[in-house]
């Protein structure tokens, strides 16, 4: 009989293991191809088989992505444009972090009318297509002065993500103690001094959720970028669409998949530093910790 | 410290009447414990109190001061949770120190207050540590420290020991009160535990349902409640109420203990208030503690006050410092505290006298006392 058991448990596992390979395999593959070809010259692409190893290696195709690649008038690669996106990242994933704790904070702590009408409505703009908005947008930046330039992109992203970042602080500060709020209060902290005192220090997994969901969306986020940027602006996403899309000249290939891996290399950073804190951070707050 | 007058106070949500015209004065350095079964609006009113909710009626004093428009910060009142609500992102050194810095107090001040407080408390080895790094009864110690620290007028204690262990209850009950002794601070506590409510007030607030029953010092409470809620809440084992005919019986009068199959039990009364002629031949509910009742020894005579009864033993429960036994009184529970070492059985038959010096009696309808 424990024999029996112990055997079907090995099948059971041998099957799982099989399955979690093949996905596995599944998602590994296309990085594979990426990061095999970005180190071949072009002409074992042109000749040679997608999925053989280089014969030459070569990391040519990465400094061209990186510093000499026709991107905009002048060949100056993918490195600007890196830039950029870290100069829209930054600013948008903290302002749009620290208005979602603030507004987690008034809609959890504070009582008033229409508080549940309000949250259901900023729930609702996490719905909200992106091509809906494109026009109004356009119109808004345009009155804002702030059309084709990086703060522009930054205040679009901001606006877009409150509705996120809400959601998320509210749902925590939801099963915030009540007491803990009271006590600071009757201890003498301001409006101000509850959230930052008091909130925010113990807020640390639900800020890794918002900050990596942020970093990520608008590290990759393209369709702002290309509606509301310019030469000057671009980031990372719309230059390496420019990139891959230059219609002149021959299709570097390898240039174009170390591009890809360049333009990819942050979020996957975060993600490897912070991943454990994402999944824990999205379980904090559903159980009373 | 502080005198506090809570005048007319009322609230309600929406149609719900959550507090009924409230008026307590407190006098400087009293200690007054609120207490009532959940629901009675204790907490609501120590919220108003501490400004953490506002009343829909009504005026509160702190030193004669109206306080009623002043958020919880600016009234110089502090408050003890039942969860102790430590920040846990702070050290004990820092949850002391936070009102104080909140205050903007000067920092050398602050590290001096805090030194006080912790050696008040002896709660000084533990200053480095996190919240979540102590007992129970440690986190108790900070909570109260914390409320010390800043020397407000008022103090304000929300089932502090509600999440204690039995045996740290009991230790800390008295820390509490020989804390309230030396500081001789004014102190509003909120309980549903009856005995913490004898054991510190110099008076008690009994409510229910939004509604004050009774305000008197524990001895008061204890002895005259003001109704039957008040009777049977307070004390444990529970006042004895028994309906009785009231009858008069020479000069004086006499209780009637009726029984539909057995002959009416009759016990002649002392001297009783004036305000008892009114009910004779009516039904009333007499009151009488277990504790006014013994065993009758062979060749006893009862003292002035006292009065001989039979009854049957139903249910024997000692419980070491004495000895509960609950009698058949006429078809009647009737519970009663006995010497420990009492050789009763259940179904024997005994002699016992009851003191009635302490008797009180309720009005049938009204369920409030006659006095």
């Known amino acids: 009989m424990a024999e029996r058991l112990s055997t079907g448990f090995r099948a059971d596992r041998i099957f799982l293991y099989a399955v979690l390979l093949c996905l596995a395999f599944l998602f590994l593959m296309p990085v594979y191809v990426m990061v095999v070809n970005s180190v071949k010259p072009l002409d074992e692409i042109r000749s040679g088989n997608l999925m053989a190893l280089p014969i030459a290696w070569t990391i040519e195709p990465w400094l061209t992505a990186w510093s000499t690649a026709q991107i905009g008038v002048q060949p100056t690669g993918l490195k600007p444009y890196f830039v950029n996106s870290f100069l829209l990242v930054v600013p948008a994933v903290v302002i749009s972090t620290l208005i979602g704790a603030l507004n987690g904070y008034i809609l959890t702590q504070f009582k008033f009318r229409g508080s549940h009408l309000m949250f259901a409505a900023m729930l609702f703009s996490v719905f909200i297509p992106f091509q809906i908005v494109l026009i109004p947008m356009a119109k808004t930046l345009g009155v804002l002065g702030l059309a084709g330039t990086v703060k522009g992109l930054v205040f679009v992203n901001v606006v877009y993500g409150i509705g996120f970042t809400t959601l998320f602080f509210r749902n925590y500060y939801a099963a915030f103690p009540l007491e803990l709020v009271r006590s600071a209060r009757m201890d003498g902290a301001d409006f101000f001094g509850v959230l930052l005192r008091i909130l925010l220090p113990s807020s640390g997994p639900i800020i890794v959720v918002t900050v990596i969901w942020q970093f990520t969306n608008i590290w990759n986020e393209f369709l702002f970028g290309a509606s509301f940027s310019d030469y000057s602006s671009f980031p990372i996403t719309v230059a390496l669409n420019n990139l891959v899309n230059s219609s002149t000249g021959v299709k570097e290939y390898n240039v174009h998949f170390a591009g890809a891996f360049i333009a990819a290399v942050p979020t996957l950073i975060v993600y490897l530093v912070s991943g454990k804190y994402f999944v824990r951070g999205l379980m904090a707050g559903s159980v009373k910790g | ?371």
């Open chain 2, 1 to 371: 410290m502080a005198t506090l007058d809570l005048i007319n106070v009322q609230k309600s949500f929406g149609q719900t009447k959550i507090l009924h015209d409230i008026s307590i004065s407190l006098a400087d350095g009293e200690f007054l414990v609120l207490v009532g079964p959940s629901g009675c609006g204790k907490s609501t009113l120590m919220n108003i109190i501490a400004g953490l909710e506002e009343p829909s009626g009504g005026e509160l004093k702190l030193d004669g001061r109206d306080i009623t428009p002043l958020a919880p910060a600016d009234r110089n009142i502090s408050m003890v949770f039942q969860s102790y609500a430590l920040y846990p992102n702070m050290t004990v050194a820092k949850n002391i120190e936070f009102p104080l810095a909140m205050r903007k107090v000067e920092k050398s001040k602050r590290a001096e207050r805090v030194q006080s407080v912790a050696k008040l408390l002896q709660i000084e080895h533990l200053l480095e540590r996190k919240p979540r790094q102590l007992s129970g009864g440690q986190r108790q110690r900070v909570a109260i420290g914390r409320a010390l620290a800043r020397e407000p007028r008022l103090y304000l204690f929300d089932e502090p020991l509600s999440n204690l262990d039995a045996q740290l209850r009991l230790d800390m009950r008295t820390e509490i009160k020989k804390l309230h002794q030396r500081l001789g601070a004014t102190i509003v506590y909120v309980t549903h535990d009856q005995i913490e409510a004898m054991t510190l007030a110099t008076r008690i607030a009994v409510m229910k349902g939004g509604v004050l029953q009774q305000l008197g010092t524990p001895y008061e409470v204890y002895n005259r409640p003001a109704n039957t809620f008040v009777a049977g809440f307070m004390g444990s084992p529970r006042m004895n109420l028994i309906k009785a005919r009231l009858v008069q019986e020479g000069s004086g009068l006499a209780l009637e203990i009726q029984n539909a199959t057995r002959p009416p039990l009759r016990i002649g009364l002392p001297d009783m208030p004036s305000a008892m002629n009114a009910h004779i031949g009516a039904e009333v509910i007499a009151g009488i503690r277990a504790e006014a009742v013994n065993l009758a020894g062979p060749g006893m005579t009862p003292a002035k006050t006292e009065r001989a009864f039979d009854a049957r033993v139903e249910v024997i429960e000692p419980t070491g410092a004495d000895t509960l036994a609950v009698l058949d009184l006429s078809g009647n529970e009737f519970t009663v505290r006995l010497e420990p070492d009492v050789t009763l059985k259940p179904g024997q038959d005994a002699r016992f006298f009851v003191d009635l010096a302490k008797l009180v009696c309720f009005d049938v309808k009204t369920e409030k006392l006659i006095a």
